[in-house]
């Protein structure tokens, strides 16, 4: 595998490839990356990914300086993948000057998530359009965990007419359903078993809509409520359509349910599509 941690270096690599499958990640790898990186193969025959703490998608008091850098153990699991290249750069090679023309991102960016911090979806557009312009990628790859960032850059590379199919792999989850993610380190033991709770909550909204009920907040409030009892702190659990985030409507063909919770001072997310039956 390449490491290329400049943009000479990056470009001169694209310059030798032909079609090309793009997996970021912002590093501190797990199965859900892997599974990302294996996926990719089946769409180009070179494979890059990126490894980039983006300081434009968090917030003040956010966990930026924290955040777990795990270069070594990162590069040999993209190696052991197959991944030909990695793309790591340094802040000043992404931002030389001070950033200041940015993604506006849709009304949707300010929801959910987008609700509780302000600003991160810009960021996070902002610098998946720099690193399509620098990777020129046929295909990227995004995990479902992340929902409603799937969402904002399907639309944003629709909109753009960018020419990169975006391509959404399912969320990986240990034996337990709880969702693999690169935050779930900060846990203590004991939160670590409290956290497929999130799952659980999830799969019983999902349980309802499949029996037919439509009182969309009255199944957010209940789902709300079960965490806060059991000790979380809830930021949202919303019921919307499947793929666009729409608001959920009674005649909707197919749902998903997401949510995002405090538990401790770990902020989890997690999300479950369903079909009613």
Not at 18 to 47: D, I, S
Not at 80 to 108: I, N, S
């Amino acid at each position: 595998m390449q490491v290329l941690r400049t943009l000479a270096e990056l470009r001169a690599w694209r310059d030798a490839q032909g079609a090309v499958a793009f997996v970021p990640t912002m590093g501190n790898l797990h199965e859900g990356h892997l599974r990302l990186v294996e996926a990719a193969r089946r769409h180009a025959p070179a494979v890059v990914a990126s490894l980039f703490v983006n300081p434009l998608q968090f917030g003040p008091g956010e966990d930026y300086e924290r955040y777990p850098r795990t270069w070594e153990s990162d590069c040999a699991k993209l190696v052991d993948a197959g991944c030909d290249a990695l793309f790591a750069p340094a802040v000043a090679d992404m931002y030389p000057c001070t950033q200041t023309c940015f993604v506006a991102p849709p009304p949707l960016a300010g929801e959910l998530c987008g609700a509780h911090r302000p600003g991160h979806f810009r960021g996070v557009l902002t610098v998946v359009l720099k690193l399509f312009n620098l990777v020129r990628p046929q295909t990227a790859l995004f995990g479902k965990k992340d929902y409603q960032q799937l969402a904002l850059v399907r639309d944003m590379a629709a909109q753009f007419a960018l020419p990169v199919a975006i391509v959404g792999v399912d969320t990986v989850r240990a034996a337990d359903g709880l969702a693999l993610s690169s935050r779930n380190g900060y846990l203590t033991a004991a939160e670590r078993a409290e956290a497929p709770r999130l799952y659980r909550t999830l799969m019983a909204v999902a349980e309802r809509l499949r029996a037919g009920e439509r009182d969309f907040p009255r199944l957010e409030q209940d789902a709300a409520q079960a965490l806060m009892r059991a000790g979380w702190k809830a930021d949202y659990v919303a019921v919307r359509e499947a793929g666009t985030l729409a608001p959920a409507r009674a005649q909707g063909g197919e749902f998903v349910v997401l949510a995002a919770a405090w538990l401790g001072g770990t902020r989890l997310i997690d999300n479950l599509e369903t079909v009613p039956g």
